[in-house]
């Protein structure tokens, strides 16, 4: 018998709705495991923020070199930090009454890969102070933001009680990470005789918006690191340099950064990526560097490039 009439209409109908019924079944269990893997990707971000941030073992904790392997005398430093951990660093020294730069290093690495800055403080005649945070290189302890703070307040310590440098003879330097760190510092001492910023970001949870703009990256936020805040109460000479090139921290950081400096400042602009922009830039660098410590007073304009 041949089907058809109102039998075959229900039989199609039933189908249809099937069809749908699965569909929209299919659909939500879709978006339930879109909605759990976004829900657990947020958790992993919120969980374990400080992996996504510091990287002490990137390229490694082992001292890969030192200051004698570019022909500098130099001495160990060991600074205690407030909450008794011990932290590694070197100290370089210059002349007699030179300039000391306390140096805060970005979130990778640690203070031997930052020779090619040392060669280039030293040549202008400026002492250095690179020290390692908490659980980078030889130091003790595990990073974090109120920590990083503790452990710059220590190298002004070691440097002013210790090594008996006046403040306003400290040029506090960051480098990326470390600027906010070396801003942080130059705020609480009030001070410091100028504060030099590189490739810094404006803040932590501002830059990670950029990487993770699918996630509500500042609710999430464990740490901050709010640069732009502290260098609104920054009354040091402030210098800070940015690349257009600087495929992680954008040149607009930099600018921002800038215009939120309160105290007398300069911006210089350089070129290259975000590691080895001031490789790259060479000259202009070096020539921004001294004029900008030469106009406060921290290097003699007859002093010249060794």
């Known amino acids: 018998m041949p089907t058809g009439g109102w039998a075959g209409k229900l039989t199609t109908t039933q189908a249809r ?4 019924a699965d569909t929209v079944r299919t659909l939500l269990l879709f978006l339930l495991l879109s909605a759990a893997s976004y829900v657990l990707l947020g958790a992993y971000v919120y969980v374990f923020q400080s992996r996504l941030l510091y990287f002490p073992n990137t390229p490694g904790r082992a001292l890969t070199a030192t200051p004698a392997d570019i022909g500098l005398t130099f001495e160990e430093a ?15 020294p210059a002349g007699t009454d030179a300039p000391t730069v306390l140096f805060c290093h970005g979130n ?17 005649g400026l002492a250095v102070l690179l020290f390692d945070y908490r659980g980078y290189g030889r130091s003790r302890g595990a990073p974090d933001e109120p920590g990083t703070y503790r452990d710059a307040q220590a190298a002004w310590d070691f440097l002013t009680r ?5 403040p306003a003879r400290i040029v506090i330097f960051g480098e990326s990470l470390g600027g906010s760190i ?7 001492v009030a001070s410091a005789g100028a504060l030099i910023l590189t490739s810094t970001f404006t803040s932590a949870p501002d830059l990670a918006s950029q990487f993770y703009w699918y996630l509500p990256v500042r609710l999430l936020a464990r740490f901050q690191y709010p640069t732009v805040e502290y260098v609104s109460h920054v009354r040091a000479p402030t210098l800070v340099i ?3 090139d600087d495929e992680i921290v954008p040149f607009s950081h930099g600018r921002k950064i800038f215009e939120r400096a309160a105290g007398p400042k300069a911006f210089l602009e350089i070129s290259g990526d975000h590691n080895a922009g001031f490789l790259v830039s060479g000259s202009r660098l070096t020539h921004g560097l001294r004029s900008f410590l030469q106009a406060h007073g921290l290097l003699s304009p007859l002093e010249r490039v060794r």
């Not at 060991?78 to 370089?92: F, I, N, Q, S």
């Open 182 to 188: 070396a801003a942080h510092l130059a705020r609480d």
């Open 17 to 20: 709705r099937r069809i749908i």
């Open 108 to 124: 990778a690495g640690n203070i031997s890969h930052r020779l090619e800055w040392l060669q280039i403080f030293h040549d202008m």
């Open 162 to 166: 210790s090594k008996g440098v006046a």
């Open 242 to 244: 940015h690349s257009r």
């Open 78 to 92: 060991r600074v205690t930090t407030a909450d008794g951990l011990e932290l590694h660093g070197w100290y370089v």
